[in-house]
T-cell receptor, first 115, second 115 residues
Framework: GNSVTQMEGPVTLSEEAFLTINCTYT??????LFWYVQYPGEGLQLLLK?????DKGSNKGFEATYRKETTSFHLEKGSVQVSDSAVYFC??????????????FGKGTHLIIQP | DAGVIQSPRHEVTEMGQEVTLRCKPI?????LFWYRQTMMRGLELLIY????????DSGMPEDRFSAKMPNASFSTLKIQPSEPRDSAVYFC?????????????FGPGTRLTVL
């Protein structure tokens, strides 16, 4: 079956520090990969995505590269801000053919940025 | 665009009572997903629909849970009778055929507390 493993937090960093949140996956097919972010009391928002090997998703200074050889999709940001404090979820969708399927999520990583 | 709408945002009920959660997907989306989020198990897919038809309900925990989608703009998730272990945040998400990456758009969630 499909699974996503991501580092568990909380991860505490100082403002302007470099961020890496590791994510690895197992899938039977050729999945699409996502990072979602959840701010306190809110739903999940799509942060970035990648649909094929070597694709780089990017948004709001965050980046992640789809690495098929290492089955990884690590999230990075060069300089974090207090406003980046949230829970980050790595997810995959293992479906092709123009339809949709449920997402498989990692457990989430709670990121805390201190001023 | 109004996004995915869920109601109520918070629900507190007593064990044994019936609970109904509601969701309105984004107009034009033909897929609708129900997820549950708990501290212990993270985000889990419960059931999803395509064109109002349930496609996969293997994630529904037990017979106490049921979901319906009577039309393209409305879905319900019902728990009867509710138990304290059902306490969680329930998310609805929608997606559309043709979105290559199977990007899903999440509602704000319903926080359910069963006493």
């Amino acid at each position: 079956g499909n699974s996503v493993t991501q580092m568990e937090g909380p991860v505490t960093l100082s403002e302007e520090a470099f961020l890496t949140i590791n994510c690895t996956y197992t899938a039977t097919g050729y999945p699409s990969l996502f990072w979602y972010v959840q701010y306190p009391g809110e739903g999940l928002q799509l942060l970035l995505k990648a649909t094929k090997a070597d694709d780089k998703g990017s948004n709001k200074g965050f980046e992640a590269t789809y690495r098929k050889e290492t089955t990884s999709f690590h999230l990075e940001k060069g300089s974090v801000q207090v406003s980046d404090s949230a829970v980050y979820f790595c997810a995959l969708s293992d479906y092709s053919g123009g339809g949709a399927d449920g997402l498989t999520f990692g457990k989430g990583t709670h990121l805390i940025i201190q001023p | 665009d109004a996004g995915v709408i869920q109601s109520p945002r918070h629900e507190v009920t007593e064990m044994g009572q019936e609970v109904t959660l509601r969701c309105k997907p984004i107009s034009g989306h033909d897929y609708l997903f129900w997820y549950r989020q708990t501290m212990m198990r993270g985000l889990e897919l419960l059931i999803y629909f395509n064109n109002n038809v349930p496609i996969d309900d293997s994630g529904m925990p037990e017979d106490r849970f049921s979901a319906k989608m009577p039309n393209a703009s409305f879905s319900t998730l019902k728990i009867q009778p509710s138990e304290p272990r059902d306490s969680a945040v329930y998310f609805c998400a929608s997606s559309a055929t043709g979105l290559i990456s199977n990007e899903q758009f999440f509602g704000p969630g319903t926080r359910l507390t069963v006493l």
